[in-house]
Nanobody, 118 residues
Framework: QVHLVESGGGLVQPGGSLRLSCVAS????????MGWFRQAPGKEREFVAT????????KYADDVKGRFTIIRNNAENTLRLQMNRLKVEDTAVYYC???????????WGQGTQVTVSS
């Protein structure tokens, strides 16, 4: 069974930066898209970003465009999310995911907490 493990969460001030990492315990289907979702207390889980198997297609939620960057390295089985100019509204548990597409996710990480506060 393949597991996704996130790391890099923490506390940061508004306007600051944070980099999240996700490592797969073994090779996954290279055709799978990967991405990030997040869930804040009292809110539904929401899409953050996704990247195709060959990194040719990248999509971001409107409220993170220009601030977040998703990067995939298939050789290292890693996925990263560089978050810049963080806002209080970005506070949430962030989950690394993989699947045929973001509507058919088959792998979930355990989540890593990101807190943006002054």
């Amino acid at each position: 069974q393949v597991h996704l493990v996130e790391s890099g969460g923490g506390l940061v001030q508004p306007g600051g930066s944070l980099r999240l990492s996700c490592v797969a315990s073994a090779r996954i289907f290279s055709s799978y898209a990967m991405g990030w979702f997040r869930q804040a207390p009292g809110k539904e889980r929401e899409f953050v970003a996704t990247i195709s198997w060959n990194s040719d297609e990248v999509k971001y939620a409107d409220d993170v465009k220009g601030r977040f960057t998703i990067i995939r390295n298939n050789a290292e089985n890693t996925l990263r999310l560089q978050m810049n100019r963080l806002k209080v509204e970005d506070t949430a548990v962030y989950y690394c995911v993989a699947g045929w597409d973001m509507d058919t996710i088959t792998l979930w990480g355990q989540g890593t907490q990101v807190t943006v506060s002054s």
